[in-house]
């Protein structure tokens, strides 16, 4: 299968379960609710480093454009438009980097889904507390493999998109199709890639700070995924709440 066919599976992958979510009210309010929790929990996971003058802006771009609780579909549908054209007009390496983003987002809506499916069975008394549900809604869906997955792809997409950086001439590529991309309604898809490039390019000129900002997201989500499997979730629910509520923490 071509790069531009992979690309537009993905999508349409993405597709097919926000549709399926939005046909039951119960399901798309649990979606809603996974990720609004998980954009927080990374948040407050990152507060140092969103606050930090080295890694902001990285640690932005990765909440804003890979843990947001946002909606994408006008993304989405412009980069399965434009699969084919980056198949035909840009570097190889680009097109490796697009179809692993595509691949990671279909990976994370399935995974998000299913812990939506299993979140919206719970009884309502278990959704007054977020954090004990999403701990036992993690633990129920399981999944481990398919979570180190989506680790491993999210530490390549970013160690590719510092790569990229270096490539000749790219930054001047993109900067050439601004225009044409807002005029044939690919505004949002090029705000992204811009914004994907500048980010990494402006650590890649500070030489090993991209390696470092990936080495932290290593460590920090490879402890919450391994915490958050353990057996006894009590620790786990402790320290979310640490990091999530921390004036709560402070106080008890």
């Known amino acids: 299968m071509d790069a531009a066919q992979t690309i537009r599976d993905a999508v349409a992958r993405v ?7 939005q046909a039951f009210p119960g399901l798309h309010a649990a ?9 927080q929990r990374f948040s407050a996971t990152y507060a140092d480093l969103l606050a930090s003058h080295e890694y902001a802006a990285a640690t932005r771009f990765f909440l804003d454009e890979l843990y947001s609780d946002r909606d994408y579909s006008e993304r989405d549908a412009q980069f399965a438009r ?13 097109i490796a980097t697009a179809v692993s983003m595509a691949e990671l987002h279909a990976l994370t809506e399935e995974l998000d889904f299913a812990m939506a499916k299993a979140w919206s069975h719970n009884p309502p008394a278990m959704l007054a507390d977020d954090i004990d549900t999403y701990v036992n809604t993690w633990n129920l869906v399981g999944r481990a493999a398919d979570r ?6 999210v530490l390549h997409v970013g160690a590719e998109l510092d790569r990229l950086t270096r490539t000749p001439g790219l930054r001047m590529m993109l900067r050439m199709m601004r225009r044409p991309a807002n005029a044939a309604g690919l505004g949002s898809l090029q705000r992204f890639l811009e914004a994907g490039f500048d ?7 500070q030489g090993s700070r991209a390696k470092e900002f990936l080495s932290l997201i290593h460590v920090r989500e490879t402890y919450w995924i ?21 004036a709560a923490s402070n106080v008890a």
């Open 148 to 153: 180190n997955r989506q680790l491993d792809v």
């Open 82 to 94: 434009i699969a084919g054209a980056l198949q035909r007009f840009f570097p190889a390496t680009v």
């Open 226 to 246: 391994n915490q958050l499997f353990t057996d006894d979730s009590g620790p786990c629910v402790a320290q979310l709440q640490a990091v999530m509520n921390p």
């Open 199 to 205: 980010t990494f390019a402006g650590m890649s000129g």
């Open 15 to 21: 597709d097919l379960l926000r549709q399926q979510a």
């Open 31 to 39: 979606t809603l609710a996974v990720k609004k929790f998980q954009a």
